[in-house]
């Protein structure tokens, strides 16, 4: 089975200096998550983390590396949204652009929350085995890559918007009322 | 906004509940978790009060099922309906797919209805989404209370577009899932329009 290599976000569109998102979906094929994946990983095991993860501003877990098994990721994605808009929210009160870095102590754990471009948040918990130095400065590379992964991605949405393409086996295609009723039985 | 994975064979979209405080958003998602099978429900998470009043958002993460081999899942979301927390409500619709709009059919509560069916049109409109363009449903809950406004007449007030309504009993499951189910297919028959 090939699946197209492209990551498609589509429907950018731009407000004043920020980019807006409203009404665009995020597609994501095999490839790039690979690409995305093997980052998250090399993260985890460089920033000697417990867990990492990367989560859709709006609370969709988009990828995560390390041992998930204890951890509810889906929760964990949506409430890490709500804090980052939470604290966006709190800095534009405050005039400020975004918090780009958010950092929780715990006793046991801490947890490092960080933007991506505009649309990415990059989580990292960790322990005293690790240290929120070696934390900081690993994410920053992790972030780097990101983003330029994320920058080719929305370019090439864009290319795909004005061809106007489908994906070649898209699961919408022959969607039917069926379909939709046998989800709710 | 849909986040389709074509390499973990997923589609994700969110659903958020609004309406006016104590219309019975929560209950819906309540009955919701209830209902649900284990294996397709995660944890049913609720920022509130100590007096039980939704604080940020209730969140339930629904796994329905498979459409062509891929896993169709569901993230419903709640607003806190004060009035006072209009900047959560705003952060809450960001990336939204569907509105079910909560009504609370108790005639002394109409215009608290009104007064929040105007606040999600802002909050969309500042987002770029319009009401009309949008997977939208209205439910007219608490239809078991006796002091209550006829169907006729919050279908005038509150749903000049005419678009799909049901009545709902929230409390006892009345009209939950054929509201959730209704904008479920909006939404699904949305991403097929694009993809
Ligand atoms: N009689 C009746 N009470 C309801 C119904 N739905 C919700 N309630 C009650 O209304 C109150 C507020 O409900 P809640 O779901 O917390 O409202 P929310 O603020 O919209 O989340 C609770 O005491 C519910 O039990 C209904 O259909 N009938
Ligand atoms: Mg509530």
Request: charged share 25%; aromatic share 8%; proline share 2%.
């Amino acid at each position: 089975m090939k699946i197209p290599a492209s990551f498609n976000i589509a429907g950018l569109r731009l407000r004043g200096d920020e980019i807006e998102v409203a009404g665009c979906d995020l597609v994501m094929y095999d490839n790039e998550f690979q690409k995305i994946d093997e980052e998250l990983q090399r993260l985890h095991q460089q920033a000697n983390a417990n867990v990492v993860f990367l989560v859709d501003k709006n609370g969709q877990l988009i990828a995560s590396a390390g041992d998930t098994h204890n951890i509810d990721t889906t929760s964990l994605a949506s409430l890490t949204a709500g804090n980052i808009a939470a604290t966006g929210g709190i800095a534009r009160l405050l005039g400020e652009k975004e918090f780009t870095i958010l950092f929780h102590e715990g006793e046991k754990d801490n947890i490092h929350i960080s933007l991506v471009g505009q649309r990415i948040i990059l989580v990292v918990i960790f322990d005293r085995r690790s240290s929120l130095g070696l934390v900081r400065l690993r994410v920053k590379k992790t972030a780097e890559v990101l983003a330029r992964i994320f920058d080719e991605i929305t370019s090439k949405a864009e290319k795909e918007k004005v061809e106007g393409g489908k994906a070649a086996e898209s699961p919408f295609a022959e969607i039917s009322d069926e379909d939709i009723d046998n989800l709710f039985k | 906004m849909s986040f389709i994975n074509y390499s973990s064979r997923e589609i994700n979209c969110k659903i958020v509940y609004y309406g006016p405080g104590l219309c019975g958003k929560t209950t819906n998602l309540q009955f919701i978790y209830k209902k649900t099978n284990p294996e397709q429900k995660g944890k049913l998470i609720s920022l509130a009060t100590e007096s039980e009043r939704t604080l940020f958002f209730d969140f339930l993460p629904l796994a329905l099922g498979d459409i062509r081999g891929f896993k169709v899942r569901f993230h419903l979301y709640t607003v806190p309906g004060q009035v006072f927390y209009a900047a959560s409500r705003k952060l809450i619709l960001k990336g939204v797919d569907g509105v079910i709009f909560v009504a609370d059919s108790q005639i002394e509560r109409m215009e608290a209805n009104m007064e929040s069916l105007e606040d999600l049109r802002i909050n969309l409109a500042e987002q770029g989404y319009a009401v009309e363009k949008l997977p939208y449903a209205v439910q007219y809950n608490k239809r078991d209370i006796s002091h209550i406004a006829p169907v006729e007449e919050m279908n005038k007030l509150l749903n000049v577009n005419s678009v799909q309504w049901f009545e709902g009993v929230a409390t006892a499951g009345v009209g939950v899932f054929e509201t959730l189910k209704g904008v479920a297919k909006q939404v699904l028959l949305e991403l097929k329009k694009h993809y």
